[in-house]
């Protein structure tokens, strides 16, 4: 069956201090895999997607980065993290087909950076 | 560039009276169209979506949603609010062209519902 990961669900961090949030999914092979960011009270911003292993695209410039080292992985990363990157971060897969769109959901982190 | 707009921040409606929550979308091509829910501290649940086929979908907890291609629009409706409709909702769109990797989502309508 097709599920996604993400971990963990939440996260308090000091300021400065590096980032790695992971998601997997499994089920499929060579998903489109998304990274959004909501920041309290606001919308969901669409921080970086992947089409494939290596190839990453950045929707904002800001404090983030991302890879995809293997095929159904996909890490948001910081190695210096500012208050400003507190939010609920998910993790999405797209299934794209003929005549289908689903799109999956991690479960979140919440991060605090303090 | 595509685009998707949700018209309204925040609606607020008394239990038992209809709701509507808009949405209007820009796309070079035939979109594939959503509507999320968001209860608090909770994850994204789907409501319904556009894929090409009928124009009136129809959603769980007795939501649905008209995609009007002349409008642009895909706006989300019931017929009655209940207590815990209370929620965040998203609209997202997918354009319909086969390289269209990006899913874009709306900024959100939070939705609140009087006694």
């Known amino acids: 069956s097709q599920t996604i990961h993400q971990w963990p669900a939440t996260l308090v961090q000091p300021v400065g201090s590096p980032l790695s949030l992971e998601c997997t999914v499994e089920?499929?092979?060579?998903?489109?895999l998304y990274w959004y960011r909501q920041a309290a009270g606001r919308g969901l911003q669409l921080l970086f997607y992947?089409?494939?292993?290596?190839?990453i695209s950045s929707e904002v410039p800001q404090n983030l980065s991302a890879s995809r080292p293997q095929d159904r992985q996909f890490i948001l990363s910081s190695k210096k993290l500012l208050l400003s990157d507190s939010g609920f971060y998910l993790c999405?897969?797209?299934?794209?087909?003929?005549?289908?769109?689903?799109?999956?959901f991690g479960q979140g982190t919440r991060l605090t950076v303090v | 560039a595509q685009s998707v707009t949700q018209l309204d921040s925040h609606v607020s409606v008394s239990e038992g009276t209809p709701v509507l929550l808009r949405c209007n979308y820009s796309s070079s091509y035939s979109p594939s169209l959503f509507w999320y829910v968001q209860h608090p501290n909770k994850g994204l649940q789907l409501l319904l979506k556009y894929t090409s086929a009928a124009t009136l979908v129809k959603g769980i907890n007795g939501f649905e949603a008209e995609f009007k291609k002349s409008e642009t629009s895909f706006h989300l409706t019931k017929p009655s609010a209940h207590m815990s409709d209370a929620a965040e909702y998203f609209c997202v769109v997918r354009p319909g062209y086969s390289s269209a990797s990006k899913i874009i989502f709306g900024s959100g309508t939070r939705l609140s519902i009087r006694p």
């Open positions: 992947s089409v494939g292993i290596g190839q």
């Open positions: 089920g499929t092979s060579n998903p489109n």
């Open positions: 999405a897969w797209i299934l794209i087909g003929t005549g289908i769109t689903e799109a999956f």
